[in-house]
């Protein structure tokens, strides 16, 4: 619900959030009847999309700036995560994720309290802009995890600008297919340092359903993978070890 506009806003970030939700308003009070074809209609909704995104951008902002001056129990729990989903009425799971992204993208500042750039620069001005998406900060994101440890930090820049680049034109299945060509280049040989193996390794065990089934995820290296094909291949065929 669109809140109250307020008589006398006290600051200029105020003034500019009261005229932003009487705007939203005015929308909302005119409709979209006098829209005449579809053309009008995508335009608008291609505006709305970038909109969203800003507004997406704003939210990253001040989440990263929530997390340097996080106080626990500031404002009634421990954690800026349970707060974030309590009030936004989100999953706890989205609000993590969005702690995430506000970590990369969001404004740092330093040891010796100067401004930092965010970690993926190019990406987070993008995501201000509302050029890009949540799908495309993930494929960067993901792109990141599979770059080997070896790869120095002005090349990690390039690849970052990149990609940014690319994402503010392209959808993120395409960014995907550019990021993989881009990681073909840095890693030609497709093998990864066996300590950044070590650092993928997981396994994740979910929450009981309401039948007590549980579901799980892992990340195992190849030799693990190779047993388990081995097992698999015996002991998981349809029938076996079930008489029923």
Known sequence: MLSNPTPHPATAVEAAM???????????????????????????????ETGTRTISGFGTV???????QWIPGELGDYRLA???????????????????IAEDLGPRT???????????????????D????????????EFFAQVPSYVDAETREQAEAKLAEQARILRPDQLRRA????????????DAPEVDRERKRSFTLGKQGTDLMTKGSFCVD???????????AKYAKPGVANPH
């Open 62 to 68: 001040l989440i990263a700036d929530m997390q340097e």
């Open 18 to 48: 009261v005229a932003f939700e009487t705007a939203l308003q005015g929308l909302r009070d005119v409709g979209f009847g006098e829209l005449s074809n579809n053309r009008q209609r995508l335009d608008l909704v291609q505006r709305f």
């Open 179 to 190: 990021g993989n060509r881009i990681l073909a280049y840095l890693n030609p040989d497709g």
């Open 130 to 141: 509302g050029a890009i998406g949540r799908a495309h900060i993930t494929v960067i994101r």
């Open 82 to 100: 349970d707060v974030l989903a309590d009030t936004l009425r989100i999953y706890p799971s989205e609000a993590k994720a969005r702690l995430k």
């Open 110 to 128: 330093g040891f010796s309290g100067a401004p930092l750039d965010p970690v993926y620069p190019n990406t987070a001005a993008a995501h201000r």
């Open 222 to 232: 190849p030799e693990l993978r190779a047993y388990l094909e081995a097992l698999f």
